[in-house]
């Protein structure tokens, strides 16, 4: 097949987190209300195989696909902003390509040849690059990290390779890049961005679109500096300022002027984003009429980079329903259940490990007894039914096996085999090596007529949404459960997948992670119905 796909590469200059990932869904975002179609692919340079394994106060979100990768929080900004799903293709680490490149050489795929980094990492680089690619007219590649790292060089150098090999017109570079305010000098200062595209050239790739990070706006003249310094056009200095709303910069990129840099670069006859409703819902997000507070309960509060996908629904429910939704943090290891009681509603995400159990579970009983709108996801569906085993059915010892092994009542309970969602039959103990061996990606779940979940799913009978855990609701306890007020309302092969309580205004809780499908064009609708049970009992 022809491979007609023109490449975006963007790279980071100067310092991490300058919000690459926001810079290529936003520019994704225009493509493709341009009617154009998009892929993004996220390259992470470190050497660990998936982010699975890596803790999420280091690493952030780990984002899963509904294939079941395990991947990058990026992928989670460019399926939101592009309203679409994207697989495990888009996403890739150094640890994949050395693990693939190592295998094909055990296997004797190489004939002898000495194995390097130029060809043989690159070629493979190039390979899984175009594979994302595939089918779509625009890929959009983002380099984690920061030029000048060493972990970046064979990536760089593929980028190099690849604009040579497609041609000019194929081809755009953006750097995105720091621009400090200095305040002793009340100044906007230049000169990291230009040796960080000097670095850049020295490898062979001229970026032809500097976007600038910057505090403050910048003014024509300090543009016009940097595209001197850094040899591009005029108009192709696109400054990010810091916005209020991660979904306003795609809007923020247009007043930039950055069409036509783009449409010029890689002969586009036409780059017209039609941005209205995306408009309208940002200004939902902006300026709401009503608002409501939401209490967060977990572990990981100094990072909220571990929940990204979650606050992200947030935003979503709260746009769609005109509402501004205020998160207030409760640290689980530090419970103030006094706290709880002004709170519209009460939320306990997923989580791993026993720190901070008993604080969540305490928060969780609280919601019950106090009819405060819950909603626990995953792990907070887990604690919610200890809970309910605990202190309604009086079965003190109820725990999971994932805090006490040896439990004599474990609600919950580690399946040790399963299919996964490419129809693959998986064993596992409590032994298994952490990677990989979680129950990932997309599922079936059959909702049980006039429950709050069906309602909340406009009456659907299956839905699908994603998974990430290691333990499971033990069937055994089911009958004891229904028969003493708390309902099975989604089950998936006999697997309880949510439950919710009877006599209570919302109590709900849902072993899948319904963040994951949360976009600002269609937020979740189980994140939505507990946005509107809070609004609607909001004290
Ligand atoms: N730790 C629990 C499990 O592995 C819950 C996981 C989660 O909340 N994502 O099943």
Redesign the pocket.
Known sequence: MLNNTKYIFVTGGVLSSLGKGISSSSIGTLLKNAGYSVSILKIDPYINVDPGTMSPLEHGEVFVTADGAETDLDIGHYERFLNTSFSKNNNFTTGQIYLSVIERERKGDYLGKTIQIVPHITDEIKARIKRAGNGFEFLIVELGGTVGDIEGMPYLEAMRQLKHEMGTHNVLSIHVTLVPYVKAADELKTKPTQHSVQELRRIGISPQIIITRSELPLSKDTKLKIALACDVDSDSVINAEDANTIYKCPINFISEGILSPIARVLSLSSLLPNMTEWDMLVKKILSPTKNISIGFVGKYLSLKESYKSLLEALTHAGANLDTKVDVVFIDSENIDLEKLYNLDGILV?????ERGIDGKIQAIQYAREHNIVFLG????M?LALIEFARNVLQIPNAN?T?FDKTCKNPI?Y?IEDFIDSQGKKQVRTHNSPLGGT??LGEYECYLKNDSKLAKAYHNQKIIRER??????ANPKYRDLFESNGLMISGECNDLIEAIELENHPFFVGV?F?PEFTSRLQSPNAIILEFVKQALAHKK
Request: hydrophobic residues 25%; charged residues 20%.
């Open positions: 995400p997923g989580g791993f490990g996801i995953c792990l907070g887990q999971s994932e919950i580690m979680m129950r998974h990430r855990h290691r333990y499971e072993q992670h």
